[in-house]
């Protein structure tokens, strides 16, 4: 049984694990303060091209964004995201559970725009109800969608406009990145969002993701918030060498790549045997919309998610690819779909 069901099946990159075990005896300050997790905060202030960024290392995506979120809004104050959003739907309400409501913006592309946003602002107009004030994306979406430049420029001004915060889920950010429909930097990120994190875990890391903070209003007293949400690791040294490794040349990118590829490979391969897809999906997440009957056969040899149904006979499933992905497995994959086909 081979695994499409996520980006983090496998455990982290060889060099990653070789740089930990090298390591291992050393002895070093704990909570982040050791000599990796200041080189590897040197290293990322470089790549986004901001020194004044203040930036913190957690282990995982859902422990970033509710720190980061409830430290960011007073207790009246609300998040925006899409009804896709992985704060909505797959954080078990860890937001909420920090006394914050999200506003559900409904979507087609996981996306959201000003035009989007708007309306959520026109309908929350006096202290009876909370008052937006985070927007959350997520680049790449819950359902493989990029945004652009463009969008990005968008969505800061329109922020800015309307004293709102721009936070971006980096979870897949080097799928983003590295897809071949992107045109965003890091830097870009830094100069268009409030905060946003780089995310490691599912692209590499044995865990990890880099918090980014560029608002001067954000910054203030942030360990605390770390700390009190029982983020703030003790063996933070952990965190720090993983992404030194990943980003003292272009491990982070090259995985990334990799992982785009094979899920570029994959989908061509399945538009050429007939089969449509559930949305547009530049990265390494695509959702092809295939018979039940087929699925089932599928699911006897690989491991996926069934997303949803598209009707009676038809469902949509997920394919996840990873740094680790075999081609020969893809390869496998897809020649089984068009022999599970003919017969």
């Not at 830094?190 to 995310?199: K, S």
Request: with cysteine; charged share 25%; net charge neutral.
């Amino acid at each position: 049984m081979y695994s499409f069901k996520n980006d983090y099946s496998e455990g982290a990159h060889p060099r990653i694990l070789n740089a930990l075990v090298e390591s291992n005896m050393e002895q070093t300050s704990g909570y982040g303060e050791d000599i990796y997790t200041e080189r590897a905060v040197e290293l990322l202030k470089q790549k986004i091209k901001r020194d004044d960024a203040h930036i913190h290392l957690f282990v995982g995506g859902t422990q970033a964004n509710l720190t980061a979120i409830s430290a960011f809004l007073r207790p009246h104050e609300a998040a925006i995201a899409a009804n896709t959003g992985h704060i909505l739907v797959h954080e078990t309400g860890a937001i909420e559970a920090t006394g914050h409501k999200i506003i559900s913006i409904k979507v087609s592309n996981g996306k959201l725009s000003p035009e989007d946003i708007k309306p959520a602002l026109d309908e929350h107009t006096d202290e009876h109800m909370v008052k937006p004030k985070l927007v959350y994306i997520s680049n790449s979406t819950e359902i493989g969608s990029i945004y652009k430049k463009s969008e990005l420029e968008k969505l800061s001004k329109f922020c800015k406009e309307n004293k709102l915060l721009l936070y971006i889920d980096g979870a897949r950010l080097g799928s983003a990145l590295c897809s071949e429909e992107n045109d965003v930097e890091l830097s870009d990120l830094a100069r268009l969002a409030d905060a946003f994190y780089i995310g490691g875990t599912k692209n590499g890391a044995l865990m990890g993701e880099a918090m980014v903070i560029c608002n001067n209003s954000l910054k203030e007293d942030f360990r605390f918030y770390i700390k009190q949400k029982g983020a703030l690791l003790a063996k933070g040294r952990l965190l720090g060498i993983q992404f030194l490794e990943l980003f003292k040349d272009d491990l982070y990118f090259d995985l990334a790549k990799h992982a785009n590829v094979m899920a570029d490979l994959l989908r061509k391969e399945i538009s050429k045997a007939g089969y449509s897809f559930l949305t547009h999906s530049p990265s390494n997440q695509i959702f092809p919309i295939l018979p039940n009957k087929l699925i089932e056969k599928l699911g006897n040899k690989y491991s996926f998610t069934i997303w949803q149904k598209s009707d009676k006979y038809n469902s949509v499933i997920r394919l996840v690819t990873s740094w680790a992905t075999k081609e020969s497995m893809a390869l496998d994959f897809i020649n089984d779909l068009k022999n599970f086909t003919e017969v």
